[in-house]
């Protein structure tokens, strides 16, 4: 397991600012939240919002990064620079809003290339209605593709990962679980296009996340995992499995079944409540850590795979038991 990659959410390291900044005025920069995460013993890499991450030269920044100890996982966007896009980004009714949110994804990737990662993920969080009669629900999706497409197209040699969600900030998102997200990616056609699962976002869709990555793994690559936890009401960014160890345990084993070898990323939120995020983060490193020797261990029990073929809830049960609870 000496290869496993481990990334963080880097705000997270703005908790507790003046814990670990005593004389700090205002908020941590960028460059001060790099350097408080590469303390967390095992993270080895940070994933960026972009644009609002790269408010200076990315070469000068990644170079920071390295020295650091740290590499660039992948580029997420944030489409929150231009007011407009509150009522959309990929779905906004002026053709001239959707060409900017397009064109400002293009720059994201082409940042993301200068510091070394050809991971670019898209939560289209205002990409959605609030009303009915509100939305032309088949424009909407038609503009959605396009976009899509046009960016797949533009940069073929970069993973751009779908993160879906149910719901918040709009009342219902364009992509909200998902079945719904493979019926885009299979209409936009591109094969550089799949999909980021957040664990808190596959609970609140209604979803069991092995199931989702299952289906995901059929059609098309899961290219991204975003691990916390939640009570399945809404976007908690807790611990990860600190609510549900069972399903998060089940997650890992259909991961490392599928193949998975992307970056263990931790979107929690720690400065929601602030608590330590290098601790925090060490822990869940930890957590993964365990999670995956049980899960690896769990692939070579010969009863656990009988058991699931017969559909023997108990038998299953009793088997995982043993490494979760004990024997």
């Known amino acids: 397991?000496?290869?496993?990659?481990?990334?963080?959410?880097?705000?997270?390291?703005?908790?507790?600012?003046h814990s670990y900044w005593p004389d700090l005025k205002g908020k941590p920069t960028i460059r001060q939240m790099i350097e408080r995460a590469a303390t967390a013993k095992g993270l080895?890499?940070?994933?960026?919002?972009?644009p609002q991450h790269l408010n200076e030269d990315p070469k000068s920044l990644g170079a920071f990064i390295k020295d650091q100890g740290l590499n660039v996982n992948g580029m997420a966007m944030r489409y929150s620079t231009n007011?407009?896009?509150?009522?959309?980004?990929?779905?906004?009714?002026?053709?001239?809003?959707?060409?900017?949110?397009?064109?400002?994804?293009?720059?994201?990737?082409?940042?993301?290339r200068e510091l070394g990662t050809n991971l670019m993920t898209i939560w289209l969080g205002q990409d959605g209605f609030d009303y009915s009669f509100q939305a032309n629900y088949n424009k909407m999706w038609d503009d959605l593709i396009t976009a899509f497409?046009?960016?797949?197209?533009?940069?073929?040699?970069?993973?751009?990962?779908?993160?879906?969600?149910?719901n918040e900030p709009r009342s219902f998102s364009i992509l909200p679980d998902v079945a719904t997200t493979?019926?885009?990616?299979?209409?936009?056609?591109?094969?550089?296009?799949?999909?980021?699962?957040?664990?808190?976002?596959?609970?609140?869709?209604?979803?069991?996340?092995?199931y989702a990555a299952a289906q995901i793994a059929r059609r098309t690559k899961?290219?991204?995992?975003?691990?916390?936890?939640?009570?399945?009401?809404?976007?908690?960014?807790?611990?990860?499995a600190s609510v549900n160890p069972r399903a998060t345990l089940e997650l890992i084993w259909q991961l490392r079944k599928e193949g998975f070898n992307g970056a263990y990323y931790?979107?929690?939120?720690?400065?929601?409540?602030?608590?330590?995020?290098?601790?925090?983060c060490e822990v869940n490193i930890q957590t993964v850590r365990k999670l995956i020797a049980i899960a690896d261990?769990?692939?070579?029990?010969?009863?656990?795979?009988?058991?699931?073929?017969?559909?023997?809830?108990?038998?299953?049960?009793?088997?995982?038991?043993q490494f979760l609870l004990g024997k």
């Open 1 to 17: 397991m000496n290869d496993l990659r481990f990334a963080t959410r880097l705000n997270s390291f703005a908790s507790k600012a």
């Open 44 to 50: 080895t890499d940070v994933d960026l919002n972009y």
């Open 83 to 112: 007011p407009e896009f509150q009522l959309g980004a990929f779905t906004h009714p002026d053709a001239k809003v959707r060409r900017e949110a397009v064109e400002l994804t293009k720059r994201g990737i082409d940042c993301g």
């Open 149 to 166: 497409q046009e960016v797949a197209a533009y940069a073929p040699d970069c993973d751009i990962s779908i993160e879906y969600k149910p």
């Open 182 to 210: 493979l019926l885009a990616i299979s209409d936009i056609g591109a094969k550089n296009v799949g999909v980021t699962l957040d664990f808190a976002h596959v609970l609140y869709a209604d979803e069991i996340p092995a």
């Open 222 to 240: 899961i290219m991204g995992l975003h691990l916390n936890d939640g009570y399945h009401k809404r976007d908690d960014g807790l611990m990860v």
């Open 266 to 280: 931790f979107d929690t939120f720690p400065d929601a409540s602030g608590l330590d995020p290098v601790h925090e």
């Open 297 to 321: 261990q769990l692939n070579s029990i010969d009863e656990l795979q009988q058991a699931i073929e017969r559909q023997d809830a108990v038998s299953s049960q009793a088997i995982v038991n």
